[in-house]
């Protein structure tokens, strides 16, 4: 059974920093892209950080790239998302997910999603 459990998440003010980790089990850990995504109330989910199969490459949305770095520990079966630099809008629901088919622009084509963790930013 795939299980990807999410920790990490709290409130901050702009320009602090929060790392965010999920804890993934049932899979091979690099067998599916995995990644993060968030949603922010009243907007779609979208993606923010992911590595795709075999967990080398990774993909960064245009919003977080220079701020977010996603890692992972294999040893562990954990992914990362350190959020440095955090701004208001970075305010959202943040979620691990994994699946087969690694389109980032689709997140309801990943399979297994955690519960999410709450990021909040404050100004």
């Known amino acids: 059974q795939v299980q990807l459990v999410e920790s990490g998440g709290g409130s901050v003010q702009a320009g602090g920093s929060l790392r965010l980790s999920c804890a993934v089990s049932?899979?091979?850990?690099?067998?599916?892209?995995t990644g993060w995504f968030r949603q922010a109330p009243g907007k779609e989910r979208e993606v923010v950080a992911g590595?795709?199969?075999?967990?080398?490459?990774?993909y960064y949305a245009d919003s977080v790239k220079g701020r977010f770095t996603i890692s992972q520990d294999a040893d562990k079966n954990t992914l990362y998302l350190q959020m440095n630099s955090l701004k208001p809008e970075d305010t959202a629901m943040y979620y691990c997910?994994?699946?087969?088919?690694?389109?980032?622009?689709?997140?309801?084509?990943?399979?297994?999603w955690g519960q999410g963790t709450q990021v909040t930013v404050s100004s």
């Open positions: 997910a994994a699946g087969s088919r690694c389109d980032w622009s689709r997140p309801q084509d990943f399979d297994y």
């Open positions: 049932g899979y091979g850990f690099r067998s599916f892209c």
């Open positions: 590595f795709y199969v075999g967990g080398r490459v990774t």
